[in-house]
């Protein structure tokens, strides 16, 4: 029985830590679901899910610099969508910090190459395993 409330503890907290991130990014808690509209909960993952699914590329170099927003991150086009991360995410000056207000609302995801009906982002989402397709469908 106590291994078994260690296992729940241990797998609640891990679930929580993950959410938590999405205040570490501008906007981390509202990025589009450009797949099926919504909001995509798991911004770092490969499904809009999140937590227990695979890292999407954004969220390698997110976890690359340590979960932190920097500069860097902010510029780069993650996704090669023609749009950095800052501009994704609200954040096109790159100044914002944890726990201000983004400049703008997100535009994009990051990690999903948009418009997913392009052939190129067909073949960029598909290549690097972006599932798409509804959570229950």
């Known amino acids: 029985m106590l291994l078994q409330v260690f296992v729940f503890v241990l797998s609640l907290s891990t ?6 991130y ?14 099926v509209g919504g909001i995509w909960s798991g911004v770092g993952h490969i ?11 954004f ?6 610099n340590g979960h ?7 510029q ?4 090669n969508d023609g749009m950095s991360n800052g501009e994704e995410l609200g954040d096109p000056l790159c100044v914002w910090t944890v726990g201000n207000t983004p400049a703008e609302p997100a535009k994009g995801h990051p990690g999903i190459c948009e418009p997913t009906t ?8 598909s290549h690097y395993n972006i599932d ?5 469908g």
Request: with cysteine.
């Open 15 to 20: 679930c929580l830590g993950h959410k938590a």
């Open 22 to 35: 999405g205040k570490q990014l501008p906007n981390g808690e509202a990025v589009p679901n450009p797949c």
């Open 47 to 57: 499904t809009s899910s999140g937590s227990g699914t695979p890292l999407n590329l």
């Open 59 to 64: 969220g390698e170099e997110f976890r690359a």
């Open 68 to 74: 932190t927003w920097t500069y860097e991150l902010c």
């Open 76 to 79: 780069h086009d993650t996704d």
């Open 118 to 125: 392009l052939q190129r982002c067909i073949e960029y989402n």
């Open 132 to 136: 798409c397709r509804p959570v229950n």
